[in-house]
């Protein structure tokens, strides 16, 4: 059982196009995180959204933390060819340890 | 330059031969961890450890060990390695993770038991 339900697991999309990934669960995290990762190399952290209802950005990159601390979601503006990767999230509940998702691998066409 | 190495990068191995992977990091945070990633399962923790000598267990420990003598070097033993543990392992250090802080992970190592 995943503890982390990240969808949709594929998605390929025109450059320009916006899109959204999600990131679900019926677990409360005390933070949770936003991961990329490219072919051959360990993921880099995105951003980290600690407080219900948080909304942060990154450039043409949105997250937010739900209201409940449950889930949180990805928007991507105007998708660029560079934006191609594997994209995670992972959530924190004490211990000092993530879970992660499964992933959402993005392909952004030109 | 991001801190941390994991070595070897690539090994092929016997089935029922031990191998051991290496974690070393210069930025002398306290928690380490080794997951292993493999399709449709994202990132599963093996085992990980918030000191010298301390160390616990992930969710998918069976068939692995670990030891951390020093703050910067944590190994990863598979005992006698079997086709099923084929995967990339990544190390990753961290200051709090539950406190927002992130994690940062070394390049992986590919591991392929024939």
């Known amino acids: 059982t995943q503890l982390l339900e990240q969808s949709p697991q594929f998605l390929s999309i025109q450059e320009g196009e916006n899109l959204t990934v999600y990131c679900n669960s019926s677990s409360v995290f005390s933070s949770l995180q936003w991961y990329r990762q490219e072919p051959g190399e360990g993921p880099v952290l995105l951003v980290t959204?600690?407080?219900?209802?948080e909304v942060k950005k990154l450039k043409r990159l949105t997250f937010q933390f739900g209201d409940a601390r449950k889930d949180s979601s990805l928007h991507i503006t105007a998708a660029q060819t560079g934006d191609t990767g594997l994209y995670l999230c992972?959530?924190?509940?004490?211990?000092?340890?993530?879970?992660f998702g499964q992933g959402t691998r993005l392909t952004i066409n030109p | 330059d991001a801190g941390i190495t994991q070595s070897p990068r690539h090994k092929v191995t016997e089935t029922g031969t031990p191998v051991t992977l290496r974690c070393h990091q210069t930025e002398n945070h306290r928690y380490m961890y080794w997951y292993r990633q493999d399709p449709g399962h994202g990132l599963r923790l093996i085992h990980y450890?918030?000191?010298?000598?301390?160390?616990d267990k992930g969710e998918v420990s069976d068939g692995y060990s670990v030891s951390r003598s020093k703050t910067e070097d944590f190994l990863l033993t598979l005992e006698s390695a079997t086709s099923s543990q084929t995967s990339v392992y990544f190390c990753a250090i961290s200051v709090l993770p539950d406190r927002g802080y992130g994690y940062t992970f070394g390049s992986g190592t590919r591991l392929t038991v024939v």
């Open positions: 450890s918030y000191g010298v000598k301390d160390t």
């Open positions: 992972a959530g924190a509940q004490g211990a000092q340890k993530l879970v």
């Open positions: 959204v600690v407080t219900g209802g």
